[in-house]
């Protein structure tokens, strides 16, 4: 059949119509997932992937600038639910590797079910492929997809690709899978061109799973790493990585996703009783006018129409400070009322709207933490330093240990003791402390805490300092702050703390007592003794401080751990977040339990203390009922 030159000219046309079209589809991502990827969508319908949503768009972006400009594509994507970030990642290197030679694509996920997830999606992306841009497959099998001549015979001609993707957990039923081999099997010198790390804040052992994957992936243009999770409380690795990639340390890009960027998080979208919750013109006008006095505090009239409308402070600190408008806030109520149980914490935690929102929200808190936050936000500057003994030849041995004729506060930037407030005359303290075995783990700290004005004043923390040199530098501190009572934590490594104290002959130490069954009476033990019961009891005492804001919370440290402290199901407990501290926090808690223990009526002032004096070397029994005549026995015998 002759072909005539119409038709030959219309052949032509439509051979480079297709070449053009795919030379765009191999070089324009965007292109490629519009014109032939299909997902499927909430509604369990096959539909084509469509344009890019905004915050599908942001990360994209930047993947396609790492590109253009040959660097290595790093980012860690921060999410709130539901913004199909898995599913662009997974776009992208399922691009790589149905139109590159030997790409190998690796995606890690936290469970075994989210891994049946994600490689059907892979597989709904294959099956409905157009001809033009499908290319060979031999086997889909172990969630693996290799892309090679599945016929053996001519294999060696037309060899195929050679890519591959393969989908694995990061553990697998209950098993730990991580290290270098990891729950892929990726071996030290195996190559991974793309890797997708998802929902790593889940992952078990995040850190030594993520580097044995991570050190498969060379620097080198092309190659992409995406780690993205929703939050899993603070601390951790993904936590970890989170702030190093925000504060510049490592070379990631990071990328947070609030829920009000997502374009179907609108009163428009909110279903079968959305009318309800439409803004009526005069509503929206009357909001409007309302942001306009948020943002310019210039029209006073302004204020009664935010009254009006109900705005929250939360509401007005979204329209403020993260220019959320009306659409987005009528969204937000129906979301906490209909899928959130009317309670906006379960907002915060699928929903959140800043990183630190995120992280904070999903950690199940043991305080808190909206209350801890007012705290933070009035948390002053402290000064560094250290407290010296002005005698050139004090010693500290247990047999000629005398009290200092006088210490002094050297200020020093590498000091381990951070001040508020520096003594006051007649004011009384109280020192709690959590010591540690001096190893670099767990840090020794103590708190001074002024019982005169319920405020903390003070705290010293080293992960170095071993447990006699704490109960001296408790000692110095006490002495510093008008003789102040000491509360050293008698469990473990602060055993020797207190022994160390006791020996001293410090005369201010608090005493616990404690029922001796076999004696059938109670006897007096030195120091705070910690066990399921105290513990509960001084958790409780700090969350009704912090609660109704009965005592003054000046120091960060303290605030911080309290953030990371979180109610544990597994140890049935509140305790710190993975790679975070609870030491201040503890010696904070100790200090403000027995504050409301001992008596008021001890005071020495400053003023009053001698020269030049020796302790005694045994230790008197203060305990929680000691009277002020009592108290001023000892105290004579001390001075």
């Known amino acids: 059949m002759r072909h005539t030159k119409g038709s030959m000219r219309q052949e032509d046309s439509f051979k480079n119509e297709m070449e053009s079209h795919l030379a765009r589809c191999l070089v324009d991502r965007r292109y490629w997932m519009a014109a032939h990827l299909k997902v499927v969508s909430e509604q369990s319908r096959l539909v084509p992937f469509g344009r890019l949503f905004p915050t599908q768009a942001k990360i994209q972006d930047i993947i396609d600038s790492d590109r253009e400009e040959g660097r290595p594509s790093r980012l860690i994507v921060l999410k709130s639910r539901r913004h199909r970030i898995s599913t662009l990642i997974a776009a992208n290197i399922f691009h790589a590797c149905t139109f590159y030679e030997n790409k190998r694509g690796y995606i890690v996920a936290h469970d075994v079910d989210t891994t049946d997830t994600l490689f059907k999606m892979h597989k709904t992306f294959y099956d409905n492929l157009d001809e033009m841009v499908r290319p060979m497959k031999r086997f889909s099998n172990r969630k693996e997809m290799l892309f090679e001549n599945p016929d053996a015979a001519t294999r060696s001609v037309h060899p195929g690709l050679g890519s591959s993707i393969t989908v694995r957990a990061a553990s697998s039923g209950g098993k730990r899978v991580s290290g270098s081999q990891g729950a892929a099997g990726v071996g030290r010198g195996d190559r991974i061109d793309l890797l997708h790390g998802s929902e790593v804040a889940f992952w078990p052992r995040g850190e030594e799973t993520f580097r044995g994957f991570a050190q498969a992936v060379p620097d080198e243009p092309d190659t992409l790493v995406v780690i993205e999770s929703t939050a899993n409380g603070q601390g951790g690795f993904f936590y970890e990585t989170w702030w190093q990639a925000v504060h510049g340390e490592i070379d990631y890009t990071p990328v947070f996703i609030p829920w009000f960027e997502h374009p179907q998080y609108r009163s428009s979208f909110v279903g079968r009783n959305r009318d309800e919750w439409l803004p009526t013109s005069d509503e929206f006008k009357r909001f409007e006018d309302f942001k306009g006095f948020i943002l310019t505090g210039q029209d006073s009239k302004a204020a009664r129409v935010g009254a009006t409308l109900a705005i929250d402070d939360e509401e007005e600190r979204l329209v403020r400070n993260l220019g959320v408008d009306w659409d987005c806030l009528k969204w937000r109520r129906w979301c906490i009322r209909a899928r959130c149980g009317g309670k906006v914490e379960v907002f915060h935690v699928e929903y959140p709207s800043t990183p630190e929102e995120a992280f904070i929200a999903s950690g199940r808190p043991r305080f808190n933490n909206e209350k801890v936050r007012v705290f933070i936000d009035k ?34 930037r590498k000091g381990w003791i951070n001040v ?10 109280v020192i709690g402390a959590d010591a540690s075995h001096g190893v670099g783990q767990d840090s020794a700290a103590f708190v001074v805490f002024d019982r005169t004005d319920r405020r903390f004043v003070a705290y010293g923390k080293d992960p170095w300092l071993k447990p006699d040199k704490l109960a001296r ?51 007096d033990h030195p120091g705070f003794h910690t066990d399921n019961r105290t513990r509960d009891m001084i958790i409780d005492r700090f969350d009704v401080a912090i609660e109704n804001e009965s005592v003054d919370i000046p120091i960060k440290a303290i605030l911080d751990e309290c953030l990371t402290f979180v109610l544990d199901d597994k140890k049935n407990r509140a305790d710190h977040l ?62």
Not at 387 to 411: I, K, Y
Not at 422 to 429: I, N, V
Not at 473 to 498: D, F, K, R, S, V
Not at 612 to 619: I, K, V
């Open 379 to 412: 948390a002053r500057d402290v000064d560094t330093g250290s407290l010296v003994p002005t005698e050139t030849d004090h010693d500290w041995q247990r047999e000629s240990w005398r009290a200092p004729e006088g210490l002094q506060w050297n200020p020093d």
């Open 420 to 429: 508020i407030e520096q003594p006051k005359e007649d004011h009384q303290y």
């Open 473 to 523: 530098q408790m000692i110095y501190a006490a002495w510093h702050y008008n003789n102040a009572w000491l509360a050293p934590e008698y469990n473990g490594p602060g055993m020797l703390t207190t022994q160390a104290i006791v020996d001293s002959g410090y005369p201010k130490l608090y005493y616990t007592q404690r029922y001796n069954t076999l004696q059938q009476q109670y006897t």
């Open 578 to 639: 993975a790679g975070c501290h609870d030491d201040v926090l503890f010696a904070a808690m100790i200090a403000l339990f027995v504050h409301n223990q001992v008596s008021t009526d001890d005071v020495v002032r400053k003023k009053e203390r001698p020269k030049r004096t020796g302790w005694s070397r045994t230790p008197p029994k203060i305990v929680e009922d000691l009277d002020k005549k009592e108290t001023e026995e000892q105290l004579n015998l001390w001075l």
